[in-house]
């Protein structure tokens, strides 16, 4: 029987994967947490630089996201390749 989370070479990088999505989940709700703060500084006209963080903070979060997706599609597929 093989053990679809093992703690060899394929084991530990699923084990990044789901750090990565908790991680993930952890930055992408305190972030998503300030959405309206973020679009009350983007409508005003405060200085530049900090209408560039937000959008730095934004950029980083949707490559968070990805990064989640991929590493959310590549845990499902390694349970479907198991359970198969």
Not at 57 to 82: E, H, N, P, Q, R
């Amino acid at each position: 029987m093989r053990i679809p989370f093992s703690f060899g070479r394929r084991g530990s990088i699923t084990s990044l994967y789901a750090v990565i999505l908790v991680l993930g989940f952890f930055w992408c709700r305190d972030v998503l947490g300030r959405l309206s703060e973020d679009i009350q500084t983007m409508k005003e006209g405060v200085d530049k630089a900090e209408k560039n963080v937000v959008v730095f903070y934004w950029v980083i979060t949707a490559g968070i996201m990805a990064l989640m997706g991929y590493s959310a599609w590549a845990i499902v597929s390694k349970l479907i390749d198991f359970i198969k």
